[in-house]
């Protein structure tokens, strides 16, 4: 079984920035591509960005030139720096990752962003 743990969550100021992890942990793990998502109060869970196993990435328009998604150094291992933050980026951020076969979809337990005006 695989899981996800997120960290570096928080409670910020706009403008500030924060750095989120996620990794993965358990046995044969193999990940076909990692995402982010987050979810606002009342509102769905949104894909905010994903990076593929090639390195190819996508961000959604909200929070495009300010946020990034990479892999690390770490394997089984996803970051999203986020920058310039604003109020309205607050939510709980989720990682989300399908193992190479598809078989699975793993989630992250979730980790809070709180941006203060």
């Known amino acids: 079984q695989v899981q996800l743990v997120e960290s570096g969550g928080g409670l910020v100021h706009a403008g500030d920035s924060l750095r989120l992890s996620c990794a993965a942990s358990?046995?044969?793990?193999?990940?076909?591509?990692w995402a982010w998502y987050r979810q606002a109060p009342g509102k769905e869970r949104e894909l905010v960005a994903g990076?593929?196993?090639?390195?190819?990435?996508y961000h959604a328009d909200s929070v495009k030139g300010r946020f990034a998604i990479s892999t690390g150094n770490v394997k089984n291992t996803t970051y999203l720096q986020m920058n310039s933050l604003k109020p309205e980026d607050t939510g709980v951020y989720y990682c989300?990752?399908?193992?190479?076969?598809?078989?699975?979809?793993?989630w992250g337990q979730g980790t809070q962003v709180t941006v203060s005006s």
């Open positions: 358990g046995d044969n793990i193999c990940i076909a591509h």
């Open positions: 990076i593929t196993s090639g390195g190819s990435t």
């Open positions: 989300n990752a399908p193992d190479c076969l598809y078989e699975n979809t793993y």
